[in-house]
């Protein structure tokens, strides 16, 4: 069983920065494509970024391309993402997710593992 957990949410101000975090395990050994979306309560989930689990290729999603970067730990299995001048907008539950092969890297569909979510806040 792999357990995908985030952390590092929290209430911050317009043009606040904030750095969430995830950790995968369960499988020794085991290499997963690890990816960020998040979901504005009524909505759809929306892909922010996944790093590949070979070569650890970075894509971003279009919404925040240039303000959101997303890095791995020294271990293969920490993921971050750090998110630089926020907005109101960026108001969601922050989901980490995690698969062997994602077939879709943008899509949630093609991902096994998620975490409970991180809520993020941003006051205007």
């Known amino acids: 069983q792999v357990q995908v957990a985030e952390s590092g949410g929290g209430l911050v101000h317009t043009g606040d920065s904030l750095r969430l975090s995830c950790t995968a395990s369960?499988?020794?050994?085991?290499?997963?494509?690890m990816a960020w979306f998040r979901q504005v309560e009524g909505k759809e989930f929306e892909f922010l970024a996944q790093i590949s689990e070979i070569g650890g290729r970075i894509r971003y999603g279009n919404s925040v391309k240039g303000r959101f970067t997303m890095s791995r730990g020294d271990t293969k299995t920490t993921v971050y993402l750090q998110m630089n001048d926020l907005k109101p907008e960026d108001t969601a539950v922050y989901y980490c997710?995690?698969?062997?092969?994602?077939?879709?890297?943008?899509?949630?569909?093609?991902?096994?593992?998620w975490g409970q979510g991180t809520q993020v806040t941003v006051s205007s």
């Open positions: 997710a995690a698969d062997e092969r994602p077939y879709e890297f943008y899509s949630r569909r093609s991902y096994d593992y």
């Open positions: 369960g499988r020794a050994g085991s290499v997963y494509a």
